[in-house]
């Protein structure tokens, strides 16, 4: 069982903070396929020191999405600081993790996400600026290392967790891998040998029996899906009854990607204006086709969607072909 602090899991199954994604509506959609834990995309300190409209929104929380991860990004420890506290007492929120991981230039330009990685002192001194002010459990989600020459996944752990960090996530690439290339798992044993607080392995996991050969490999206590569960949650409920009962739930319907995708959209409609929904809903729509037939067609013409009409009338369009092409084959 995962536990960090004082808060327990129902299972090791975590749900990745990727930014631009994990909203409160993609969250609670994920949450309610079973994940033991799901994570909000990473807010800037600064955004919340400032009161940044957009950034405060990002901080919205159903309370049906619990237990939470809230990340937060930065580069200065007096703005770190403050924005965790505000995090803290005015989010419901269970547990305040911090970006360590982030590989994009315009933020480790600012000193922050995955810049920390070369700097074990830095990152004991931010995680326990961070820890001293602030009742949640600290988290930091990390890389391996910057690149090849400065692997530090070690060092940088035992700093998180000298400097009272509860849990630390991995990511088995570098830096300056971003997304690409294979992951390292064999650097998530190694932390995990190296320190007694929970460590969670992130990296490559795209089918449940990859998690379970993460977990059994590495010795981690969480195992963390990040890409292969965009607009597929049932990688979550997969992965989960897997690693309970070592059996493999069948994939789902056509029909039921479309209902989840609909709902999807629905909560994203209520979280935001029907015109930005719409917008950000494109991208994950083509995620919930992958696989299903004559999908290329539908996806062009989502691009051009601006209503919840026009985007669902494409969509059940796509189940009535799928259901006549079934019975087709039945008949035959």
Same mark, same amino acid.
């Given at each position: ?9 129902? =299972? ?6 990727? *930014?631009? #994604? ?6 609670? %959609? !994920? &949450? ?88 074990? =002192? ?6 326990? *600026?961070? #820890? ?6 600290? %988290? !930091? &989600? ?191």
């Amino acid at each position: 069982m995962l536990k960090i602090g004082k808060i327990e899991m129902n =299972n090791p199954v975590v749900l990745a903070p990727m *930014a631009g #994604v994990c909203n409160s509506a993609f969250r609670l %959609t !994920v &949450k309610e396929f079973g994940a033991g834990l799901v994570c909000a995309e990473m807010v800037s300190d600064k955004g919340i020191v400032f009161k940044n409209e957009k950034t405060m929104n990002m901080l919205y929380i159903d309370e049906r999405e619990k237990p939470l991860s809230l990340q937060i990004f930065g580069g200065e420890k007096e703005t770190l600081v403050e924005a965790a506290k505000f995090v803290d007492q005015n989010t419901n929120a269970d547990i305040i993790d911090i970006n360590m991981g982030c590989p994009v230039p315009k933020i480790t330009k600012c000193d922050a996400g995955a810049k920390w990685l070369l700097d074990p =002192n830095k990152i004991y001194e931010m995680v326990a *600026a961070v #820890v001293d002010a602030v009742e949640k459990p600290v %988290t !930091v &989600k990390m890389r391996m290392g910057w690149d090849e020459e400065h692997v530090y996944a070690v060092q940088n752990a035992q700093a998180v967790e000298r400097a009272g960090g509860q849990a630390v996530a991995i990511h088995g690439r570098t830096r300056v891998q971003m997304y690409e290339g294979k992951a390292n798992w064999d650097i998530i044993r190694e932390v995990k040998q190296a320190v007694n607080i929970p460590v969670i392995g992130n990296g490559d996991v795209k089918t449940p029996q990859d998690a379970k050969r993460m977990l059994d490999e590495t010795g981690a206590d969480g195992v963390m899906i990040g890409r292969a569960a965009l607009g597929n949650p049932w990688m979550i409920y997969r992965t989960v009854q897997y690693l309970e009962t070592g059996k493999l739930s069948g994939e789902p319907s056509v029909r039921e990607k479309i209902d989840v995708c609909l709902l999807h959209l629905d909560r994203l409609i209520a979280l935001k204006n029907e015109d930005i929904a719409v917008r950000e809903m494109r991208k994950h729509a083509a995620w919930y086709l992958k696989g299903i037939r004559g999908n290329a067609k539908v996806r062009n013409a989502i691009n051009e969607c601006h209503t919840r009409d026009q985007l669902s009338s494409l969509l059940n369009e796509l189940i009535l072909e799928a259901e006549a092409r079934e019975e087709n084959q039945a008949i035959v």
